[in-house]
């Protein structure tokens, strides 16, 4: 008779069995999360405090910042636990539930980038129809789109997954529970799943690139005709920070799931997880903080006016001015860098 065990948890081993190590990559990890929430969270509340950032590119700005966010709080809090942790288990619920997130955010992020492409091909290819084209009903449409669809993919997946059975084998070597690795480790036919994923995956992930790359390709071609060139920096650099966080995405995501099957190291394969998943939702408050001028000085003229309004009861009138004139020094500095 054949005898199967059947699997109630899996084990993931993380990024280290060192335990000196653990400690030390817990406390980079967690510091690196911790920004990660600073600076997202920080982004979305100036653009809903700030009226001037009510626009379209604000908006999806912000809806970036909490995907960024809630698809680092589903893998990176577990993480830290088990960096305390001996026995580093999962239960097979807690993983297919952390699949569903992770994919679900993951796709609905390199949808809204493409969104955010269209966006910006809009304001500056159409300016005059800008309004019309991306108004707050689009946007909405746009933002839904883009996360029922995410949503729906993401099920899909996890649905295809329950379907698997796993004889015995929970090893996993990795930090969160992914499908290429749940694919190792099952005794099932996974063809299904990986049909699913390169053609259904593949053509919403294609088809959003395909979208960037045509926004862009009209954007390069509007911006190019502009004779001066203040002009042109200016149109180029309200771009300049969406092309880096697309080409964070793209080239972590395509890595970790169309590159072909080979015998690399475990240690390999989790790099790009650790960026898309972690150094990637850290960075994009960054480089949109510190490439776009309205989200910069939002942020300096909030935390100076929180700041002030803080020392106000406490400090003496003359302190109270050097905290004033401290802040308008650094946000005149940082004008005049810019």
């Given at each position: 008779m054949n005898h199967q065990t059947i699997v109630t948890e899996f084990i993931l081993l993380g990024l280290s069995s060192n335990p000196k190590l653990q400690i030390f990559l817990f406390v980079v990890f967690l510091l690196i999360y911790l920004i990660t929430l600073f600076g997202n969270l920080a982004v979305i509340v100036v653009i809903r405090a700030e009226p001037h950032l009510h626009t379209p590119m604000y908006v999806f700005l912000s809806y970036l910042a909490f995907l960024d966010v809630t698809l680092s709080s589903v893998t990176v809090p577990k993480m830290l636990v088990n960096f305390l942790l001996e026995e580093k288990a999962i239960s097979v619920h807690g993983c297919f539930t952390q699949?569903?997130?992770?994919?679900?955010?993951?796709?609905?992020?390199?949808?809204?980038?493409?969104?955010?492409?269209?966006?910006?091909?809009?304001?500056?290819?159409?300016?005059?129809?800008?309004?019309?084209?991306?108004?707050?009903?689009?946007?909405?449409?746009?933002?839904?789109?883009?996360?029922?669809?995410?949503?729906l993919y993401a099920l899909l997946n996890t649905i295809l997954l329950t379907t698997l059975k796993f004889c015995g084998l929970n090893v996993m070597h990795h930090f969160s529970c992914e499908l290429p690795q749940l694919f190792k480790i099952s005794c099932s036919n996974t063809l299904p799943n990986h049909m699913v994923i390169f053609t259904l995956g593949s053509f919403l992930g294609m088809g959003a690139l395909?979208?960037?790359?045509?926004?862009?390709?009209?954007?390069?071609?509007?911006?190019?005709?502009?004779?001066?060139?203040?002009?042109?920096?200016?149109?180029?650099?309200?771009?300049?920070?969406?092309?880096?966080?697309?080409?964070?995405y793209y080239g972590t995501i395509f890595f970790l799931y169309?590159?072909?099957?080979?015998?690399?190291?475990?240690d390999?394969?989790?790099?790009?997880?650790?960026?898309?998943?972690?150094?990637?939702?850290?960075?994009?408050?960054?480089?949109?903080?510190?490439?776009?001028?309205e989200v910069k000085k939002s942020l300096l003229n909030m935390g100076c006016g929180h700041m002030r309004g803080l020392k106000r009861r406490t400090s003496a009138p003359s302190l109270r001015r050097r905290k004033q004139r401290r802040c308008s020094a650094i946000i005149r500095t940082i004008e005049a860098a810019s």
């Open positions: 699949v569903f997130f992770a994919v679900s955010l993951s796709v609905g992020e390199g949808l809204l980038l493409s969104v955010m492409a269209y966006d910006r091909y809009i304001a500056i290819c159409h300016p005059l129809h800008y309004t019309v084209m991306m108004n707050k009903q689009v946007c909405s449409q746009f933002i839904c789109g883009a996360l029922v669809t995410s949503s395909l979208l960037i790359l045509v926004s862009y390709f009209h954007i390069i071609s509007a911006i190019l005709k502009i004779s001066s060139t203040e002009g042109k920096h200016k149109a180029f650099s309200t771009c300049s920070s969406h092309v880096t966080v697309v080409v964070l169309l590159k072909p099957t080979s015998k690399d190291s475990q390999q394969e989790m790099i790009p997880s650790v960026v898309y998943c972690i150094l990637t939702p850290m960075l994009n408050p960054i480089i949109y903080s510190l490439r776009n001028e």
